[in-house]
Every structure is written in C-alpha cells, then in structure tokens.
T-cell receptor, first 115, second 114 residues
Framework: DQQVKQNSPSLSVQEGRISILNCDYT??????FLWYKKYPAEGPTFLIS?????DKNEDGRFTVFLNKSAKHLSLHIVPSQPGDSAVYFC??????????????FGQGTILTVHP | DTGVSQDPRHKITKRGQNVTFRCDPI?????LYWYRQTLGQGPEFLTY????????KSRLLSDRFSAERPKGSFSTLEIQRTEQGDSAMYLC????????????FGPGTRLTVT
C-alpha cells in the first residue's frame, strides 16, 4: 500500500512564479515530514522538514504547509528558478516505536521551471 | 566532510551472480540506512543500522540480501543469486542523531542485472 502519495507526476511553471507540490499520506502514525530534491545521477538532497506539531515551516524560498486533519502537505517554492528543476520527493516518518526514523517516500513529482 | 559515498556507482551483472555494494557514511553518523529505488518510484526502505547493530529489516529484504556494518563505520549490502527484478538504484543514507530527522543520502549504486 502506498502510504505517501504524490498524485502529480509532473509540474511545469514559469521562472519567477510559485511552484506548489502536493503530498498526501494515509498513516496517522506519521508525525514528521520531509521534502527532498533529486537531480539525475545524484542522491536525494534534504530541503525542508516539518513536525506534526506545526502547520508551517519556512526556509528562504521554500515553505512547507501541513494539514493534519486532511493528511496533506505541500511545498511552496517562491520565486521558482530554473535551477529548481528536479524531482521532488515527499517523505514521512513515525517517531518512536520501532520505526527508527525510517522514511516512507512518495513517488516523486518532476518539476520543470522554464526561463 | 565529504558526504556519504557509495561504491561502485554502477554495476552490471549477469543473473545468478553475487554482488556487493559499499557505503561510507558521514563520519560520526551512527545511523545508517539502505533504500532501493526503482524507475518512477520513490526510495523504499530496506534496512537500518545503529552503529554496528542491524535493528530493522524490511520485508523487501529477501533471504538473498544481507547487510553488515562491522565496527559501526562503513556498511556493505550483498545480493546473492541476483535476479532481473533486483535491477534498481541502491541508496545509502546516514543520520547523526536518533529520531525522525533528516537523512543524508549518497549518490547511489545503479545495479543492472542482465
């Protein structure tokens, strides 16, 4: 079962505009969420994270929003730059228990930012 | 700090052969993870080490797979009697502290089984 879903395989935006990437999850035990960016031939690079006790976290051009009741999170990139073109993965983790911090990833969304 | 390194970056092998991959985590990171990524999917968790102890294994890790982390430093992932379905990118990640915090990934080893 796909516990973390990114329903948009791709997203295309114009440079300078906002990019919004979405992610849904089903496991109510998830309480920490992360976004990773991946370029071809490289491993995923950590971007930003959010704990379930918050509903927003901001870091420069990147903001993550969490809606726990809807089990939905989103990543906003403002303004978008051509260098942001990459695959973006949403990931989730369940603290405590025997999860040991393992990450459950979505399928990824390919973001293309056009100059 | 040179980040997480993995070797080899690419491996082509024939079905039935054994392969071994190596991961060197960021120094002093005591948590090490292995993931597998297939085309069009996100990484999937395989196994986790805290220091030298293997504390969790996914059901994806069949009996043909074995991982070790002797002395709590580098780790190896071995696949015996490879099958075409093992073709994937194998990613290693490390983390400096307990809890669900960010993990730092290596570039991966791409395995192709012919």
């Amino acid at each position: 079962d796909q516990q973390v879903k990114q329903n948009s395989p791709s997203l295309s935006v114009q440079e300078g505009r906002i990019s919004i990437l979405n992610c849904d999850y089903t496991n109510s035990m998830f309480d920490y969420f992360l976004w990773y960016k991946k370029y071809p031939a490289e491993g995923p690079t950590f971007l930003i994270s959010i704990s379930s006790i918050k509903d927003k976290n901001e870091d420069g051009r990147f903001t993550v929003f969490l809606n726990k009741s809807a089990k939905h999170l989103s990543l906003h990139i403002v303004p978008s730059q051509p260098g942001d073109s990459a695959v973006y993965f949403c990931a989730a983790s369940a603290d405590g228990g025997t999860s040991y911090g393992k990450l459950t990833f979505g399928q990824g969304t390919i973001l293309t930012v056009h100059p | 700090d040179t980040g997480v390194s993995q070797d080899p970056r690419h491996k082509i092998t024939k079905r039935g052969q054994n392969v071994t991959f190596r991961c060197d985590p960021i120094s002093e990171h005591n948590r090490l993870y292995w993931y597998r990524q297939t085309l069009g999917q996100g990484p999937e968790f395989l196994t986790y080490f805290q220091n030298e102890a293997q504390l969790e294994k996914s059901r994806l890790l069949s009996d043909r797979f074995s991982a070790e982390r002797p002395k709590g430093s580098f780790s190896t992932l071995e696949i015996q009697r490879t099958e075409q379905g093992d073709s994937a990118m194998y990613l290693c990640a490390s983390s400096p502290r307990p809890g669900p915090y960010e993990q730092y990934f290596g570039p991966g080893t791409r395995l192709t089984v012919t």
